[in-house]
């Protein structure tokens, strides 16, 4: 099957500084990719929707200028933690879709393990 | 945002015994999803279930879907201890353009 690739698993930053995850679809091209938080012993909560050569759309709360959110290609989206503070520390999930019609299977990364000291 | 409820929470049971867990949701949809995660990793999809279909399955899966009444339930027959993990329910939601997940049942199978 399809697979995602996320980059990195796991990171650890100190306060204030900025991380950035990169989400690849290895044998697809993606034209939409979404971005999740997921908190311990949680959900899933989206964060964003990204489709090649635009702007993502943000969910409501969650503040465009601390998650930036690039997605350049059809195989690449990265999201980049701004002046990342303790409450960040997350599971981040990016997944990738052929087509914006949810009919399409969406196929999950791995996951990267943030933690922000 | 999120759009699904699951019941329950948590769920412990023996080997061999089955799980039903439960997943109820807000507005229209297209198609539901079930996925599983195991802890600390990332998810696994296990089926699709559209709106004008009423059952699936797919090995031990079992999946039907209610839209008059918003659920859906995902039965799990002859559990196995690596059955343990959570599970997902996932609807798409804003004309189809994105998935919210539901809040999870977290499965416990004892060996």
């Known amino acids: 099957g399809a697979v995602v690739s996320q980059h990195p698993s796991r990171v650890i930053c100190k306060s204030g500084t900025s991380v950035k995850i990169e989400c690849r679809s290895l044998d697809f091209q993606a034209t939409t990719m979404f971005w999740y938080r997921q908190f311990p012993k949680q959900s899933l909560m989206l964060m964003a929707t990204?489709?090649?050569?635009?702007?993502?759309?943000?969910e409501q709360g969650v503040e465009k200028d601390k998650f930036l959110i690039n997605h350049a290609s059809l195989t690449l989206s990265t999201l980049t933690v701004t002046s990342a503070h303790p409450e960040d520390s997350s599971f981040y999930i990016c997944?990738?879709?052929?087509?914006?019609?949810?009919?399409?299977?969406?196929?999950f990364g791995p996951g990267t393990r943030l933690t922000v000291l | 945002s999120q759009q699904g409820e699951e019941d329950p929470q948590a769920l412990s049971i023996q080997e061999g015994e089955n799980a039903t867990m439960n997943c109820s949701y807000k507005?229209?949809?297209?198609?539901l999803q079930w996925y599983r995660q195991n802890s600390g990793r990332g998810l696994v999809h296990l089926i699709l279930?559209?709106?004008?279909?009423r059952e699936k399955h797919s090995g031990r899966l079992r999946v039907t879907l209610d839209t008059s009444k918003k659920s859906s339930s995902l039965l799990i027959t002859a559990s196995r201890a690596a059955d343990t993990a959570s599970y997902f329910c996932a609807t798409d939601e804003g004309g189809g353009f994105k998935t919210i997940f539901g809040a999870g049942t977290r499965l416990f199978v004892k060996a």
């Open positions: 279930i559209r709106s004008n279909e």
């Open positions: 507005t229209s949809i297209n198609n």
């Open positions: 990204s489709n090649e050569g635009s702007k993502a759309t943000y």
């Open positions: 997944s990738a879709r052929l087509s914006s019609r949810a009919t399409d299977t969406q196929y």
